[in-house]
C-alpha cells in the first residue's frame, strides 16, 4: 500500500515507484485498485483520479515516470525523395508509425520532405509543388497524429492566401489539430541554394508550440546560422529548438571554406550550449541533382553533447530521450541567460548591409 503524507509530490512519486515496482517487468496489463486523494501529473496535463480502476502495461507505466522525470522521447525522419510526391508521402507516414511505436511522442520531417530540392535551379516554375494549409499533407499527417497520440512538425511548400509561397512548417498537435504555421524567416540565396526565387521571407514571426509533451520551437535550414532566432525561442520558453534542413555538398567541389558539414553541425551545437537547449537537426539524404545531401541528422543536450547521429548515406528513424530538467541545470550553472546585459544590445537590430545582399526579383 502507499503511505498518505501531506506532501502530493512525495504521494505521487511513491504511487508511481509502487506501480513500477510491481507491473514493469510483467507482460500482461495488470489492474490496480488506488485510492488517490490528489492529482496526478501525466504527460503534462494533470488527471483527477479518485477510487479508480486503473489499467497499466509497461508502455503506460514508462510514459508515466517520463512525464514526472520531465522526459520526451522524439523523432526524427531523415529520408532521401524522389519525384514521386505520393511515394514521398507515403515513405513519411511508414517511418512516423516506426517513430511512433518505438515511443516517440514529438517527431520531425526534414525541410521540404515531400518534393526533392527544387531550389537547387535558378528561376523554375515551381508553384505546382506547392500546397495550401491546410491540405495534402496536413489531411494525411493529422489522421496519423491522432491514430498515435502524436505531435507532428511537417515542413513543406506553402502556398499562402495572400498569393505568395512560403518554406514553411505546420506542427499538428496529438488531437491531429492544426498549430501555428512558421514560416522560414531567413532565406539564404547561393550557388545551388537559389531560395530567394522561390520563397518570401516568412511573416508570422517566431512561435513557441506548448504541448502536452514539451515545449519547443520550429526553425527551418538557413535559420540555423543565425544565433539571434535560437535565442528568441528559447526566451519565449522552448525546451526544444527543431532544426528541419535540406543541406549537403556541391557535387565535385570543396568550397574554400572548407568542410561546410563540420560548421552546420558546430553553430547547432553552439546554440544549444549558448541557449541550456537541446537542438535536434533533421536532414534529408542522398543525391539530387548537383547536391549530394549529408544525411547526419543529430540531436544534442543542452551543453552540445551529441546524443545521437544518423548516417550520412541511409535513410533512418533516429529515436532519442531528452531529459529536459537538464536545460534548467545547465542555464543555472553557466548563467547565459541571467547574466545577459540587453541594455548593450542595440546594435543587434541595425541592418548590415555588403555587397551582393541585393536580389533581383
Known amino acids: 500500500m502507499i503511505r498518505k503524507t501531506k506532501n502530493p509530490e512525495i504521494a505521487d512519486g511513491m504511487f508511481v515507484e509502487y506501480l513500477l515496482n510491481n507491473c514493469e517487468e510483467q507482460e500482461h496489463h495488470v489492474e490496480k485498485t488506488v485510492e488517490i486523494t490528489r492529482y496526478l501529473y501525466y504527460s503534462g496535463h494533470l488527471y483527477e483520479a479518485s477510487k ?21 522521447t522524439i523523432g526524427m525522419i531523415q529520408t532521401k525523395v524522389s519525384e ?25 520531417l526534414q525541410e ?57 512548417v505546420v506542427v499538428i498537435n496529438d488531437d491531429g489539430e492544426l498549430m501555428d504555421t512558421y514560416r522560414k ?74 568542410d561546410w558539414h563540420d560548421a552546420w553541425e558546430t553553430i547547432q551545437r553552439s546554440h ?17 541533382n548537383d547536391l549530394k545531401f549529408w544525411g547526419s541528422s543529430f540531436v544534442c543536450d543542452p ?10 548515406e541511409e535513410e533512418e528513424v533516429l529515436v532519442v530521450d ?6 534548467k541545470e545547465i542555464r543555472e550553472s553557466w548563467g547565459f541567460l541571467r547574466n545577459r546585459r540587453p541594455d548593450t544590445y542595440g546594435t543587434l537590430s541595425d541592418p548590415v548591409i555588403e555587397k551582393g545582399d541585393f536580389h533581383e526579383e
Open 112 to 168: 521540404l520532405f515531400r518534393t526533392t530540392y527544387f531550389p537547387c535551379k535558378e528561376k523554375q516554375d515551381a508553384t505546382t509543388l506547392a500546397e495550401t494549409i491546410p491540405g495534402d499533407s496536413t489531411r494525411a499527417f493529422s489522421s496519423l497524429a491522432k491514430e498515435y497520440g502524436v505531435v507532428i512538425i511537417v515542413p513543406l511548400f506553402e502556398r499562402g492566401e495572400d498569393g505568395n509561397y512560403y518554406n514553411s
Open 52 to 72: 479508480e480502476s486503473l489499467k497499466f502495461n509497461n508502455s503506460y507505466l514508462r510514459q508515466m515516470k517520463m512525464a514526472l522525470n520531465k522526459t520526451v
Open 272 to 288: 544549444a550550449i549558448a541557449n541550456g537547449v537541446h537542438v535536434a537537426a533533421v536532414n534529408r539524404v542522398g543525391e539530387e
Open 185 to 258: 524567416i531567413h532565406i539564404p540565396h547561393d550557388p545551388f541554394f537559389y531560395e530567394k526565387d522561390y520563397f518570401k521571407p516568412g511573416n508570422l514571426g517566431y512561435h513557441v508550440y506548448k504541448t502536452r509533451y514539451a515545449s519547443f520551437s520550429v526553425l527551418i535550414c538557413y535559420d540555423q546560422w543565425f544565433p539571434e532566432a535560437a535565442r528568441i525561442n528559447v526566451l519565449n520558453g522552448a525546451d526544444i529548438l527543431f532544426y528541419p534542413t535540406a543541406i549537403g555538398w556541391i557535387k565535385n567541389e570543396m568550397p574554400p571554406e572548407d
Open 303 to 312: 551543453f552540445g553533447k551529441l546524443l545521437k547521429i544518423a548516417s550520412n
Open 322 to 327: 531528452l531529459y529536459l530538467d537538464k536545460n
Open 84 to 108: 514521386n510526391i505520393s511515394a514521398n508521402i507515403a515513405n513519411a507516414e511508414e517511418k512516423i508509425r516506426e517513430a511512433a511505436k518505438r515511443g516517440a511522442r514529438i517527431i520531425c
